[in-house]
């Protein structure tokens, strides 16, 4: 009833949201630049990033550009820095939403899900980990159970904005450790891929007998 009364708003533009939309509503969403890697998870520029620092990696799906004119980066800079997630979620449901309306990625196998991890210091600080509400967003669409307290950060390492390549690599080895079992195959989920240098790093603490997917929301196009 309070729904019908004062009914959820859009996370990006206020607007009234229909029972079927999550956080955002559709005519943002469709605001979102498409990569379609979805369609070919082995032979994408996601993948191409990863795959060399990754000899597990089965698939790397990467849902939306994350470039100049895209509302998706005011919704990661709202997760990362000003306490609101919401709109990052809605993103991460509506690209889970795209997965199962193609059905090329074979997430029904997938056992799990798991947010790349932020350290202790940072999730106190924030209050959550931007990374797992792309999980959870994720997670619902695609009905696949959200694993949490199995990965941890050991540092908050400064922004990796302002960082060349090669510092962003050092400054993450060995900043990962397992603290749980992890099933096989799962889905790894950030927010953004840029270098791939965090991920990279994350992937290499998990067991190595474990087959790995890697899905994040945006991805930013590569520098020439």
Request: net charge positive; glycine share 6%; charged share 20%.
């Amino acid at each position: 009833m309070w729904d019908w009364v004062f009914p959820p708003l859009c996370a990006s533009c206020a607007a009234p949201l229909l029972p079927e939309e999550k956080e955002v509503c559709l005519r943002c969403l469709l605001r979102l630049p498409q990569t379609l890697f979805w369609r070919n998870p082995t032979h994408n520029e996601a993948y191409y990033r990863l795959a060399p620092h990754a000899p597990t990696l089965h698939g790397a799906i990467s849902g939306f550009w994350y470039v100049e004119g895209s509302p998706l980066r005011r919704w990661v800079q709202l997760a990362k820095y000003h306490n609101q997630p919401e709109a990052l979620y809605g993103a991460a449901y509506f690209l889970g939403s795209l997965l199962r309306q193609e059905g090329i990625v074979p997430f029904p196998s997938w056992k799990a899900l798991l947010a790349v991890p932020i350290s202790e210091a940072r999730l106190r600080r924030r209050g959550y980990n931007q990374a797992e509400w792309a999980a959870r967003g994720l997670a619902q669409a695609l009905e696949v159970p959200l694993l949490t307290g199995r990965w941890r950060r050991q540092h908050a390492t400064t922004s990796q904005v302002a960082k060349g390549r090669i510092q962003r690599w050092t400054s993450m080895e060995g900043e990962f450790i397992c603290v749980g079992p992890i099933p096989s195959p799962v889905a790894v989920v950030d927010d953004v891929l840029t270098t791939g240098a965090t991920l990279s790093a994350a992937l290499q603490s998990l067991p190595p007998e474990t087959h790995v997917w890697v899905v994040t929301v945006g991805i930013t196009q590569r520098r020439r």
